[in-house]
């Protein structure tokens, strides 16, 4: 039976301000994504699921145990992947993998074969040797990439692994999600829209703590249809629309320049836009309209 992660009303207070409030949703093996701007929730979240927070309410269970009653035995199921850090410059890849699997508590023999194989894994096995202190940005998040699946991890819960990385990075990295995602649980937070439309089985959007949305990419995508303008014209027009519309994006373009925005009702002379995606459906999550 595949491993499911249910959480049920979920919910986070900072005396009165409701950092995450009553989130329910179920994340089965694959990939997840989840969107939503800054102070949507998404740290606050994260930090629920992997017991470093307590909550205000509500209910983790993992294959319908609740995880605040598997303590050292939750811990050993997941992996984490924060955002870009400091690591130990001074140390080489393997080293590094060394220190951490020691730290979990996984035995001499067992940490060496999973370093290995991790480290062929994310395409370091020909740097393993090398200090962290000489590695690309890309480099970094792969090996603290590897460092949150050893032991295994059956829930994976990265935050950020691409932000900072050139476009090449950027791709290769997300085919390592996407195939270590196969067998597990994996839920991935970016602002890098694309990264989630590649990968993700399913899109989960956060805004104010609450759930506004929870479907595929595919079904986001067809529920943002028809919401999605264009205007087109001189700059001059097009910086005066901005004032009225914000958050829309400023294209120049062969014959003038363009504003695309997301509405509930799109205004009058805007030109619905004939192509839609999932970067529209955070347009739309931006503006305040349910996707």
């Not at 989130?23 to 929730?41: F, H, M, P, R, Y």
């Not at 597990?184 to 959007?205: F, G, K, N, P």
Request: neutral net charge; hydrophobic residues 40%.
């Amino acid at each position: 039976m595949a491993n499911q992660l249910v959480m049920e009303n979920l919910t986070k207070h900072y005396g009165s301000f409701p950092a995450l409030d009553g989130v329910t949703i179920t994340l089965e093996q694959g990939v997840t994504g989840l969107l939503g701007a800054n102070g949507a929730g998404k740290s606050t979240l994260m930090k629920l699921m992997t017991d470093q927070m307590k909550r205000t309410d509500g209910r983790i269970l993992y294959n319908g145990t609740e995880i605040l009653t598997m303590g050292a035995k939750w811990r050993s199921l997941i992996g984490y992947t924060p955002q870009m850090q400091g690591l130990y410059e001074d140390c080489s890849a393997r080293q590094f993998l060394y220190y951490m699997a020691a730290l979990k508590g996984i035995k001499r023999r067992a940490a060496k074969e999973q370093t290995a194989m991790l480290l062929k894994l994310v395409n370091l096995e020909q740097a393993a040797h090398k200090k962290i202190g000489t590695f690309s940005g890309g480099m970094r998040q792969r090996v603290l990439l590897a460092a949150s699946l050893l032991g295994e991890p059956q829930v994976l819960i990265l935050d950020e692994p691409t932000a900072g990385l050139d476009p090449e990075e950027r791709i290769r990295l997300r085919n390592y999600i996407a195939e270590i995602a196969r067998e597990r649980i994996v839920l991935l937070a970016t602002h890098v829209v694309s990264d989630i439309e590649c990968v993700a089985q399913r899109v989960m959007l956060l805004n104010h703590g609450k759930l506004t949305a929870y479907d595929t990419p595919e079904a986001l995508i067809a529920s943002a249809k028809g919401r999605i303008g264009v205007f087109s014209g001189s700059y001059e027009e097009i910086r005066a629309l901005q004032q009225q519309y914000p958050k829309g994006e400023l294209k120049q373009t062969g014959t003038g320049f363009s504003l695309r925005i997301a509405a509930q009702e799109l205004p009058e002379h805007c030109t619905p836009a004939e192509d839609t995606g999932l970067e529209d459906v955070y347009r739309l999550l931006l503006e305040g309209c349910h996707a």
